[in-house]
């Protein structure tokens, strides 16, 4: 299963990789993929089926990326597939309202208690653009409230201090952001709810909305404090703004539903990905009704776009929430990740886990808030990387991503990940830092 150390394969990566570079900037359509944060060549997969994916040179890996956490049954999964066959045979897009797009959106709003109404989009940065401008468009106000890295997509507002591929990049924002744009967005840590108050005590008659990941995925795995998301409500109720939670990564993670309804705090406006769309490109926005009917052709909010609620993705999103009606998939994840954990214990990085997600951080505490992580050794984790990889276990390729296991991921594959990581351990500490 490990990596293909034949000259052959490493010519062949390299080949790829030179092609790639000629055509599309950086040789990749996604930062996170290039490797810049941890060395090396990036992998080009072939295919994947379950655990693992395969690669165009020949290596078999256990995948704990899973398309960065869309993927919870796994790659290539027969129900989904066939699904997304069937509705291939009948066309690929119409442009034109469907019954599944329906079927979609009534079974979001039954799954998610408190979300009357939803509009299917096409990524979690569209999501996200859209609820941003609905909370403007509802308040009358310009001002959004969010949290040092945490990344919302990458529309101009959110790319103020945000996580994910920017931080890899060693980048807090991005040229090409108009100054004026970035100064509507205020930027406080995560999980510092009197720093929160304190921007809405000064300016909160001008903020439209509060827009936070209810549990920061995007710089590595950082779970709320206790009492900070039901702070942030009641701040947004205190101040008459609007809440938005970004599940993107979250909504259906932890559970049949979102985190939000999990934890018990209700935002006005939830923005979803990855998982609904079973895999393929495929996010919304959703909320109650007096919020959601101020989207045109309702209201005076514009929005629009011909792939939205894509014949094929809502088929593979329709698929996947309905695998969800057996909730025991849960269990088994969090189970795997326990066992995970249990493995690891004694380990010179701290794994911050919930479910089947987690993150090890080269650091003495478990990291709270931006700070924290990047004071959190990155080069060891590119060290741990790159021997995971050698031995045949795909991790995310920055230490500022979340790792992901799948209900496809077997108590070997466990097993599997944990002795690579332990023998990763001794490499990493015996380098130089």
Same mark, same amino acid.
């Given at each position: 299963?490990?990596?293909?150390?034949?000259?052959?394969?490493?010519?062949?990566?390299?080949?790829? !990789?030179?092609? #790639?570079?000629? @055509? /599309?900037?950086?040789? %990749?359509?996604?930062?996170?993929?290039?490797?810049? $944060?941890? *060395?090396?060549?990036?992998?080009?997969?072939?295919?994947?089926?379950?655990?693992?994916?395969?690669?165009?040179?020949?290596?078999?890996?256990?995948?704990?990326?899973?398309?960065?956490?869309?993927?919870? !049954?796994?790659? #290539?999964?027969? @129900? /989904?597939?066939?699904? %997304?066959?069937?509705?291939?045979?009948?066309g690929? $897009?119409? *442009?034109?309202?469907?019954?599944?797009?329906?079927e979609?959106?009534?079974?979001?709003?039954?799954?998610?208690?408190?979300?009357?109404?939803?509009?299917?989009?096409?990524?979690?940065?569209?999501?996200?653009?859209?609820?941003?401008?609905?909370?403007?468009?509802?308040?009358?106000?310009?001002?959004?409230?969010?949290?040092?890295?945490?990344?919302?997509?990458?529309?101009?507002?959110?790319?103020?201090?945000?996580?994910?591929?920017?931080?890899?990049?060693?980048?807090?924002?991005s040229?090409?952001?108009?100054?004026?744009t970035?100064?509507?967005?205020?930027?406080?840590?995560?999980?510092d709810?009197?720093?929160?108050?304190?921007?809405?005590?000064?300016?909160?008659?001008?903020?439209?909305?509060?827009?936070?990941?209810?549990?920061?995925?995007?710089m590595?795995?950082?779970?709320?404090?206790?009492?900070?998301?039901?702070?942030?409500?009641?701040?947004?109720?205190?101040?008459?703004?609007?809440?938005?939670?970004?599940?993107?990564?979250?909504?259906?993670?932890?559970?049949?539903?979102?985190?939000?309804?999990l934890?018990?705090?209700?935002?006005?406006?939830?923005?979803?990905?990855?998982?609904?769309?079973?895999?393929?490109?495929?996010?919304?926005?959703?909320?109650?009704?007096?919020?959601?009917?101020?989207?045109a052709?309702?209201?005076?909010?514009?929005?629009?776009?011909?792939?939205?609620?894509?014949?094929?993705?809502?088929?593979?999103?329709?698929?996947?929430?309905?695998?969800?009606?057996d909730?025991?998939?849960?269990?088994?994840?969090?189970?795997r990740?326990a066992?995970?954990?249990?493995?690891?214990?004694?380990?010179?990085?701290?794994?911050?886990?919930?479910?089947?997600?987690f993150?090890?951080?080269?650091?003495?505490?478990?990291?709270?808030?931006?700070?924290?992580v990047?004071?959190?050794?990155?080069?060891r984790?590119?060290?741990l990387?790159?021997?995971?990889?050698?031995?045949?276990?795909?991790?995310?390729?920055?230490?500022?991503?979340?790792?992901?296991?799948?209900?496809?991921?077997?108590?070997?594959?466990?097993?599997?990940?944990a002795?690579?990581?332990?023998?990763?351990?001794?490499?990493?500490?015996?380098?130089?830092?």
């Amino acid at each position: 299963m490990g990596i293909d150390s034949t000259r052959e394969g490493v010519e062949m990566v390299n080949d790829w !990789f030179e092609r #790639a570079q000629r @055509v /599309i900037p950086g040789g %990749v359509n996604s930062p996170v993929r290039s490797f810049r $944060s941890v *060395g090396g060549t990036p992998v080009f997969v072939k295919r994947g089926e379950g655990s693992r994916i395969f690669t165009e040179d020949g290596r078999e890996l256990i995948d704990c990326c899973q398309s960065w956490g869309a993927l919870l !049954f796994g790659h #290539a999964h027969p @129900v /989904i597939v066939e699904a %997304v066959q069937e509705a291939l045979a009948q066309g690929t $897009s119409f *442009g034109v309202a469907t019954a599944r797009e329906v079927e979609f959106a009534e079974m979001l709003c039954c799954l998610i208690p408190g979300m009357e109404q939803v509009r299917a989009v096409n990524s979690g940065t569209e999501a996200v653009m859209t609820a941003i401008r609905l909370a403007r468009g509802a308040t009358g106000r310009n001002l959004i409230l969010k949290f040092d890295g945490c990344y919302h997509g990458h529309s101009d507002a959110m790319l103020v201090k945000a996580g994910s591929g920017l931080l890899s990049g060693a980048e807090r924002s991005s040229a090409g952001v108009p100054a004026a744009t970035a100064a509507d967005t205020m930027v406080v840590p995560y999980n510092d709810l009197a720093a929160g108050e304190a921007v809405l005590q000064d300016r909160g008659d001008q903020m439209a909305a509060i827009i936070v990941e209810p549990v920061a995925a995007n710089m590595g795995l950082v779970p709320p404090q206790p009492g900070f998301l039901a702070g942030l409500r009641s701040l947004a109720d205190q101040h008459g703004c609007l809440l938005i939670f970004d599940e993107v990564i979250t909504g259906f993670r932890f559970g049949p539903t979102t985190y939000g309804n999990l934890c018990g705090v209700e935002p006005d406006l939830t923005c979803l990905g990855k998982i609904i769309g079973g895999g393929l490109p495929l996010a919304a926005v959703g909320g109650r009704r007096a919020v959601m009917e101020l989207l045109a052709p309702c209201g005076p909010v514009y929005q629009a776009g011909t792939l939205s609620g894509n014949p094929l993705a809502v088929s593979a999103g329709l698929a996947m929430l309905r695998l969800l009606a057996d909730a025991s998939v849960y269990a088994q994840l969090d189970a795997r990740g326990a066992q995970l954990a249990s493995a690891l214990q004694g380990a010179p990085f701290c794994l911050q886990r919930m479910g089947g997600a987690f993150t090890p951080f080269f650091a003495g505490v478990a990291p709270q808030n931006l700070a924290d992580v990047k004071a959190s050794n990155t080069a060891r984790y590119a060290r741990l990387f790159q021997h995971a990889l050698a031995q045949g276990v795909y991790l995310p390729p920055s230490p500022f991503e979340t790792a992901f296991l799948s209900a496809a991921h077997s108590e070997d594959d466990i097993a599997r990940i944990a002795d690579t990581l332990k023998d990763c351990i001794g490499i990493a500490k015996q380098q130089p830092s």
